[in-house]
């Protein structure tokens, strides 16, 4: 059962143009992270958010964690094709945590087309 | 610092077979924990060791085992594979559980295909 629901699953953009990812749940976690995973690769830790409504920016990107702790949002400024691969925002300490450590969405596939 | 790393990166396998695959942490990690990442699953846990125990399992059935050495490395394991098996395995290090909010530092993975 997939706990964390991403939207959307793709996103094909022109480069110089903005776009947000969402991160949804109906359980609150203690912590969520945002992670990128390039082909061929393993996923890199963009950013991890705590608090209720924190916000985090890593140069372009903006990072917010909603107020009850139950989603999460990407917001990319002004894309570059650099910006491409799979975006995924994992969970810790969900109520319905299974026992793993982080639940992680099904990812957001970002091409960034020059 | 060297990174995580998986061995192999890549393999074949079939129907029945066993199949185990090899995980080296950061030098001073001792948390290891594995991930099966497939197209339609997204990233799913399977088990997470701290100090030779595991302390957290996932929702896989027994035929997924692991275990980790005194040196933090780590090992899993999946008995009479099924074509479903077929993903890529992921094994990431970190100084201590996500439950302090630590980093998780994930190797470039094994990927197994099952024919």
């Known amino acids: 059962t997939q706990l964390l629901e991403q939207s959307p699953q793709f996103l094909s953009i022109q480069e110089g143009e903005n776009l947000t990812v969402y991160c949804n749940s109906s359980s609150v976690f203690s912590s969520l992270q945002w992670y990128r995973q390039e082909p061929g690769e393993g996923p890199v830790l963009l950013v991890t958010v705590v608090t209720g409504g924190e916000v985090k920016k890593l140069k372009r990107l903006t990072f917010q964690f909603g107020d009850a702790r139950k989603d999460s949002s990407l917001h990319i400024t002004a894309a570059q094709p650099g910006d491409t691969g799979l975006y995924l925002c994992a969970g810790e300490g969900g109520f319905y945590n299974q026992g793993g450590k982080l639940i992680f969405g099904q990812g957001t596939e970002l091409s960034v087309k020059p | 610092k060297a990174g995580v790393t998986q061995t192999p990166r890549y393999l074949i396998k079939t129907r029945g077979q066993q199949v185990t695959l090899s995980c080296s942490p950061i030098?001073?990690?001792?948390?290891v924990s594995w991930y099966q990442q497939t197209p339609g699953q997204g990233l799913q846990f399977l088990f997470e060791?701290?100090?030779?125990?595991?302390?957290n399992k996932g929702n896989f059935p027994g035929r997924f085992s692991g275990r980790q050495f005194s040196n933090s490395r780590s090992e899993m394991n999946v008995s009479t594979l099924e074509l479903g098996d077929s993903a890529l395995y992921l094994c990431a290090s970190s100084l201590d559980w996500a439950g302090n909010t630590g980093e998780l530092f994930f190797g470039e993975g094994s990927r197994l295909t099952v024919l």
């Open positions: 060791y701290f100090s030779e125990t595991q302390r």
């Open positions: 030098s001073g990690h001792r948390s």
